[in-house]
């Protein structure tokens, strides 16, 4: 079956720590991956996509993401994080085409303490 | 460009009464989707389009119909309101032109069934 998922459901970091957040998926055939980020109160934007070439992915940000195809995971990481990140952070993965449906994690809440 | 958009932002409806969320996008996008949300969840997918007049459910499309009339345009309809469709429900949209399939997110509605 096809499913994502994010093992961190809430994660607590203070201002300047790094960040790693985990994603793992499940589906068969060449994957696009992507991660998605909501802050409060807004709508779900992209924060990076992977879809072929150098598995490790530059985002905005300063978000990166590093696509291991042994381990079926796509992880999310940023060196020193800042309060502005508090958000929800989802992962996803579709097939190859524009034709393939999107699957999401559940999300992980980041908050940053001051 | 305005992207995505969708009205109403917020609605409040009885349980048995009908609405419909509107979803519109001006970048001549083939695919549209409709998401839910619930709190500590992913998106569920309930309905996508793959083009004009054609449709296909999703996940959970108990409950909802959607129409694609026009390439810009995707109304999700709730014929009889129910508690359980208490959620923020997002729209979707991707070229579809290749194989880029980053999904556009509108800001979403807040709909709570009392």
């Known amino acids: 079956a096809q499913s994502v998922s994010q093992h961190n459901h809430h994660v607590i970091l203070s201002e300047a720590a790094s960040l790693e957040l985990g994603c793992n998926y499940s589906?068969?055939?060449?994957?696009?991956l992507f991660w998605y980020v909501q802050y409060p109160g807004q709508h779900l934007q992209l924060l990076l996509k992977?879809?072929?070439?150098?598995?490790l992915v530059k985002g905005i940000k300063g978000f990166e993401a590093e696509f291991i195809k042994s381990k079926f995971s796509f992880n999310l990481r940023k060196p020193s994080v800042q309060w502005s990140d508090t958000a929800e952070y989802f992962c996803?993965?579709?097939?190859?085409?524009?034709?393939?449906?999107?699957?999401f994690g559940s999300g992980t809440r980041l908050s940053i303490r001051p | 460009n305005a992207g995505v958009t969708q009205t109403p932002k917020f609605r409040i409806l009885k349980i048995g009464q009908s609405m419909t969320l509107q979803c519109t996008q001006d970048?001549?996008?083939?695919?549209m989707y409709w998401y839910r949300q619930d709190p500590g969840m992913g998106l569920k997918l309930i309905y996508y389009s793959v083009g004009a007049g054609i449709t296909d459910k999703g996940e959970v499309p108990n409950g909802y119909n959607v129409s694609r009339s026009t390439t810009e345009d995707f109304p999700l309809r709730l014929e009889l309101a129910a508690p359980s469709q208490t959620s923020v429900y997002f729209c979707?949209?991707?070229?579809?032109?290749?194989?880029?399939?980053?999904?556009?997110f509108g800001p979403g509605t807040r709909l709570t069934v009392l």
């Open positions: 996803a993965v579709s097939g190859y085409s524009s034709a393939s449906k999107i699957i």
């Open positions: 992977y879809f072929s070439g150098d598995p």
């Open positions: 589906y068969g055939g060449t994957v696009n």
């Open positions: 970048m001549n996008h083939n695919y």
């Open positions: 979707a949209s991707i070229d579809g032109g290749g194989r880029d399939n980053e999904q556009f």
